[in-house]
């Protein structure tokens, strides 16, 4: 097997216990009370679950997000991952960051480029769904609710 092989399929394994590890144990499991907003996401073809709370700056930048999830063990780690690379962002921040991991998700690493890959950071977990479309919808459901709860940030 080519060293390059190997690097790919070392760093295949080290993405896949990454998953299974923020899935096992969160690091930003729960709820902020109080929130500046918060939103909610469903898949009821599979049972996830998801809600985000997050806490805004003067800027409107996530300062502090946490979340609830019940679902799959995609589902569970996106939502850790997602927090730990939204914190400091605005929201068309994170609307590009949602963008560049869901051309990930469809196109594989090698199509996101280098600097695509380094925006991602730990979200490269998430590479290997370009062959697995139907949970797709699991690692992108968090995205969906921390949509909402900027929503809800905008509302009275």
Known sequence: MSEAAT????AASLY???VVERARRPLH???LDPADGAGDGSN???GDKVR?????DAHRQVAEIAHRTRGCAICAASAD???DSVVGLDELR????????????QQGADAVGADGREQLGLLLAFSDLHDYRSRRKCATLPWSAL??????????
């Not at 690097?7 to 070392?10: K, Y």
């Not at 985000?52 to 805004?56: D, G, I």
């Not at 994170?94 to 998700?105: F, N, S």
């Open 94 to 105: 994170v609307e590009a960051l949602y963008g560049r991991l869901d051309h990930l998700m």
């Open 29 to 31: 499991a729960g709820d």
């Open 44 to 46: 009821p073809l599979c």
């Open 147 to 156: 949509r909402a709860a900027f929503k809800s940030a905008e509302e009275p």
């Open 81 to 83: 991952l997602m927090a």
């Open 7 to 10: 690097s790919f399929r070392t």
């Open 16 to 18: 896949q216990e990454l």
């Open 52 to 56: 985000v709370s997050v806490r805004l």
